[in-house]
């Protein structure tokens, strides 16, 4: 029986394309539930706080304080995904890195990435109160954002106006999660 399967040419054409069609389907549904975002974070020095010979004392301040290595880094983060995603959030971690302020999209859209409920609660100040030190050094290391909708090429960026304190360990890190 099976030498005369494989000697049917016609067949065996039937059969090698039905496997190949259910091999390829199993294939993708694996993929689907899967979904590859990467982000690249570049970090464009902007000035330096120093008492140079030459220079002189250059003095940088942001918000009236002092600030010694002052930096603009930008995030771009790309769904690689064969799919387009709802909801998904993205938390940015730094070491020795202070984040100062921040500006969120995703390109070629009007949309702005928002801070999650859980982040804004970590960090609201009562009216006419005053950020608690746990406050301010979350503040100051990580954020959490929705993204409404990413669709599959699609880049979200995140831009930090920062202060490096240590430039051996300095780093911006992303991590992105989508309930399913």
Do not use: C
């Amino acid at each position: 029986m099976l030498s005369e399967i494989t000697q049917n040419p016609l067949l065996t054409g039937i059969l090698g394309a039905i496997g190949g069609g259910l091999i390829t389907w199993l294939i993708q549904q694996i993929q689907n539930k899967r979904g590859s975002f990467s982000y690249i974070v570049t970090h464009n020095q902007l000035a330096y706080s120093a008492n140079d010979i030459v220079f002189g004392n250059v003095t940088v301040q942001w918000n009236g304080r002092n600030i010694n290595n002052l930096y603009l880094s930008k995030i771009e983060i790309t769904n690689e995904s064969m799919n387009d995603y709802e909801d998904v959030v993205l938390s940015t971690y730094s070491s020795g890195t202070e984040l100062l302020t921040e500006q969120t999209g995703i390109i070629g859209t009007p949309l702005v990435l928002k801070w999650s409920d859980n982040y804004s609660e970590l960090v609201k100040v009562p009216n006419g109160g005053t950020p608690t030190d746990s406050q301010w050094s979350i503040y100051k290391t990580q954020r959490e954002y929705i993204v409404p909708v990413i669709n599959r090429g699609q880049v979200a960026t995140i831009s930090y106006l920062n202060e490096v304190n240590d430039i051996t360990t300095r780093g911006i890190w992303v991590t992105a999660t989508k309930k399913v």
